[in-house]
Antibody
Framework: QITLKESGPTLVKPTQTLTLTCTFS??????????VGWIRQPPGKALEWLAR???????RYSPSLKSRLTITKDTSKNQVVLTMTNMAPVDTATYYC??????????????WGQGILVTVSS | DIQMTQSPSSLTASVGDRVTITCRAS??????LNWYQQKPGTAPKLLIF???TLQSGVPSRFSGSGSGTDFTLTISSLQHEDFATYYC?????????FGQGTKLEIE
């Protein structure tokens, strides 16, 4: 069974850096084709993809947030870390991590963690 | 970026109805299209990948079709547990964009 869980602060101040950790089980991030991604969802709004890291350390970011995001992995700990700098109230959202699955050349996010609501407020 | 546009934004239907949700990409994505279901307060769940392949465990009343830029998600006979918000997402290239969602409500 594959599970993922997000952890980190639920309240950050404007201009601070957010660090979120995704701890997973049931798969290895050292296996070919495997990836983990981060997606966020502001309250009452749609999903927004943020970043994705592959087993071979290939990293991709949302162009609109690229300058503020860093994604890293610790294969030995089964963790993926996302940092986002210069947080602002508009970054208030539920942040999800999810396995970037694959089959026959296709990819998707499944399963997802439960999400963590991060509020940006002074 | 590839823009994904869903229609309608919201839909009211009854148990037993057949419903169709449309997703349009701003450029061709061949069949690199996924559908997710999200219930309030929970994480999204994958329903369909590669435009028409049902994820394991998903009821057969769900189906997907389309290629190129136009795609549909169909629920053949609505059940109570299907009332949720549905999102399409393209996996053709980064950024992996989502549609704005379609909220399916009970009549």
């Amino acid at each position: 069974q594959i599970t993922l869980k997000e952890s980190g602060p639920t309240l950050v101040k404007p201009t601070q850096t957010l660090t979120l950790t995704c701890t997973f089980s049931g798969f290895s991030l050292s296996s070919d084709g495997v990836g983990v991604g981060w997606i966020r969802q502001p309250p009452g709004k749609a999903l927004e993809w943020l970043a994705r890291i592959y087993w071979d350390d290939d990293k991709r970011y949302s162009p609109s947030l690229k300058s503020r995001l860093t994604i890293t992995k610790d294969t030995s700990k089964n963790q993926v870390v996302l940092t986002m700098t210069n947080m602002a109230p508009v970054d208030t959202a539920t942040y999800y991590c999810a396995r970037w699955g694959f089959k026959l050349g296709y990819n998707w996010f499944d399963p997802w963690g439960q999400g963590i609501l991060v509020t940006v407020s002074s | 970026d590839i823009q994904m546009t869903q229609s309608p934004s919201s839909l009211t239907a009854s148990v037993g109805d057949r419903v169709t949700i449309t997703c349009r990409a701003s450029q061709t994505i061949t069949n690199y299209l996924n559908w997710y279901q999200q219930k309030p307060g929970t994480a999204p769940k994958l329903l369909i990948f590669a435009a028409s392949t049902l994820q394991s465990g998903v009821p057969s009343r769900f189906s997907g079709s389309g290629s190129g830029t136009d795609f549909t998600l169909t629920i053949s006979s609505l059940q109570h547990e299907d009332f949720a918000t549905y999102y399409c997402q393209q996996s053709y290239n980064t950024p992996y964009t989502f549609g704005q969602g379609t909220k399916l409500e009970i009549e």
